[in-house]
């Protein structure tokens, strides 16, 4: 399993960002896609999730509203629509992939791509 993120990038705070994850060597719809956060200095932290069939989605506190998750499973890609951007949301964000069917199927990561929330 292959997942490669992209979209990161320097932004102003108030302004937005969509992040991809494009994912390979597995079958797409048949795992759910989350996506986590790791800023300098700190744990890292669950941000968003959508499930296998894409009608249920999950979001950390600090994103309701601002973050939207969703994915397109033709093109085994998922997204992360990140609107009124804060300072406090810099940080690496890396994509997760969970077999839906089974927890014996350990987890797989992005390499993360680089999210900077800067005047």
């Known amino acids: 399993v292959q997942l490669v993120e992209s979209g990161g990038g320097l932004v102003q705070p108030g302004g937005s960002l969509r992040l991809s994850c494009v994912a390979s060597?597995?079958?797409?719809?048949?795992?759910?896609m989350s996506w986590y956060r790791q800023a300098p200095g700190k744990e890292r932290e669950f941000v968003a999730s959508?499930?296998?069939?894409?009608?249920?989605?999950n979001y950390a506190d600090s994103v309701k509203g601002r973050f939207t998750i969703s994915r397109d499973n033709r093109r085994n890609t998922v997204y992360l629509q990140m609107n009124d951007l804060k300072p406090d949301d810099t940080a690496v964000y890396f994509c997760?992939?969970?077999?839906?069917?089974?927890?014996?199927?350990?987890?797989?990561w992005g390499q993360g791509t680089q999210v900077i929330v800067s005047s």
């Open positions: 060597g597995l079958t797409f719809s048949n795992y759910a």
């Open positions: 997760n992939a969970r077999f839906w069917y089974s927890t014996d199927v350990p987890p797989s």
């Open positions: 959508i499930i296998h069939a894409g009608r249920i989605t």
